[in-house]
């Protein structure tokens, strides 16, 4: 038996036969004549009957000849019931009074059911209603297609088309598949595979052990449909028949049979036996308590009502919500017997159930009661604290405790020194892995110092692991340096520049190119690194009447190169004489250390500004403390381990002479 590509499941449930009248679809078959072949076909959609008929078309695949089967479209009432036909199914006449009575849009809801299900156990009937074709016209072999077209206003539309089907004698389907019968309390559950594409509805068949033969266990045949589930999704029922009311401890024998749309048996399926038992659950135990110990439990109960079949009972205990349900009866305990003392392995919440158990071993189990047992043991110290520094983290990993009532680890760190009043907690939630990491600022350069503590349920705190130190990686670049000026003294250029602040700096790198040099050659002009405390360059190499631009990198003891500084131009002139001179460089020393100094600068019109240098006896090299400026007064104050100062003053003009002064000391008072 061929259906169509579009053909959907039409194995419902009785309300869900509207699905099938709602959707386009058509059957074909094989008669079971053999010595005059025929094809069975039948159609629905959304309803029964079909007021001005239908319209048959086949085409013969072998030539792809397409004919009008139907000389007069196929209509409600143009089949003849014969008296035999009517007496086969005593059902018959109503069915056919309804088909006469009702209007086509009237056929609807539970009335559309009925005659949809009437027309898939009765060909006769589906005939009568102008839903079944016999094409009693095929060759046998040949191959075929069909199309059934409804005639609306006497326009013909298509209704479906079928697949391909080859004229052969029909032989009965195969049994239903994956047939299951499960014995429950006084019932048994019976399910198979659905394949809606073979058949659309099924019997059960059920015998006992004093019956020969089988009786038919369902009044109609079982149809069955996707139904919603909690997901949201659609699927199957888990049971699909069952039968109640059966006797425990009897054993019944089940198989089941399919039938195909054009009402035929396919072959039975395997036999299964079963038997329902008891298992209804006796009354359980009331009031139960416990008493607790040191590591004892001591358990009470009452017994208002007795079921009739009890046996005795069983104590279950469970240590915690998710531990293992543990039966510590070996042996039913007498019925009269209300108390049970249990000793627990180690510290915790105990649940218990006492159960009541009848002779079918049915229980019933009792509310549950709880014995905690007080955990006042800590957990073990930790061991293995390694910490390993990375870029902007601390990576922090321990040996794992072996306690079962483990909660977690909880991580301290200090900064600077190992003092036990400066730890601070990093983690409010014990975590439960044995590794942490600790995000801080890449620039962090402090010693960073870390102990753990392990953690039980009972909040039994450990001593603290010993403790492990480390610092991160220093991987901040220095600020780029500042060129304050490029200064010709005699025929070299002496490039200037204020030191970086930064504590850590090693020195300078100082670089070199023509800006009008199409290639852009980069030279640089130091061999070894400029070490920090130097803040000027002489450039020897310089040519005279030459554009040079110059620019500074800084590099710090970890190798961290900082972006180039603002280029500076240069210019060397061959005899250029600097009109610079700095005189009249006065101090003046208050009792507060505060330090008064004035100058002047005599100069041309291309004066640049100057700038104040100041030193220590135990410097190696100025340092400027002021910017460039026309300014001739600068206030200073000792601090209080300075002793002395020594100052000069350094003037530059727009040529890049540069003239100092002579040097000056302060002594403090």
Known sequence: MKYTKKYVCLILLTVSAWQLAAQERLVTGNAESIDQPAIWLKWYNEKVFYPEGIIIYRTTQATGQRVKLTEHPVKKG??????????????????????????PNDVKGFLSVFLI???????????????????????????YSYEVFELKNGQEQLVEKSADLKAIPHTALAAPEEFSAIAGDSEV?????????????????????????????????????????????????DVFFNEKE????????????????FARPTGYSKEIAV???????????????????????????????????????NIYRQKGRKGENLRLTKKLLPIAQ??????????????YHVVSVDSSGNEGRSFPAVGEVLDIFPPAKPTGLLVVADTGRFILSWNPNTEKDLMGYRIYRTVGANRNSNYVLLNARPIAGTQFIDSLPKNAKNFFFYKVTALDSAFNMSEYSDPRNSRMPDVIAPREPFII??????????????????????????????????????????????????????????????DYRYFLTAVDSTGNVSLPSVPYDGHLIADETCY?????????????????????????????????????????????????????KYTDKFNSDDSVFYYQIRAYDANGCMVKSEEIPVLKK
């Open 189 to 237: 559950a019976i399910h198979w595979k659905p394949e809606p594409k073979r058949y659309w509805g099924i019997n059960v068949y059920r015998k006992t052990e004093s019956e020969a033969a089988f009786t038919l266990a369902n009044k109609r045949p079982l149809m069955v449909s996707e139904i919603p589930k909690e997901d949201g999704s659609r699927g199957y029922p």
């Open 485 to 546: 000026g490029v200064v010709q003294e005699e025929q070299a250029l002496r490039i200037n520049w204020l030191g970086n602040a930064e504590s850590d700096i090693m020195g300078y790198n100082i670089y070199r190119y023509r800006p009008g040099d199409s290639t852009q050659t980069l030279k640089q002009l130091n061999s070894s690194l400029i070490q920090s405390g130097i803040h000027l360059f002489t450039d020897r190499w310089a040519e005279n009447n030459t």
């Open 338 to 351: 209300r108390n049970y003392l249990d000793t627990v392995p180690e510290p915790g919440v105990y649940i």
């Open 78 to 103: 143009d089949y003849k019931m014969t008296e035999q036909m009517l007496m086969a199914d005593t059902s018959l006449k109503r069915y056919i009074a309804i088909a006469n009575e009702v209007k």
């Open 275 to 313: 038997t329902p038992k008891d298992k209804t659950p006796p009354i359980a135990p009331n009031a139960v308590r416990t008493d607790v110990g040191l590591l004892d439990i001591s358990l009470s109960w009452l017994q208002d009502n007795q079921s009739p079949d009890m046996k005795g009972y």
């Open 246 to 261: 059966l006797q425990n401890g009897g054993t019944y024998t089940y198989r089941i049979q399919g039938i195909d749309y």
């Open 580 to 632: 610079l001179k700095v005189s009249k460089l006065k101090t003046s020393l208050k009792k507060n250390g505060t330090i008064t100094l004035t100058w002047k600068v005599e100069h041309e019109d291309n004066y640049s500004g100057c700038i104040l240098y100041r030193k220590t006896p135990e410097a190696n090299a100025y340092k400027a403390l002021t910017a460039l400026s026309e300014a001739t």
């Open 117 to 143: 299900l009437k027309t898939l156990e009765n060909n006769d009937y589906a005939k009568y209603c102008g839903i079944m074709y016999e094409d009693a016209t095929v060759v046998s072999g040949e191959t």
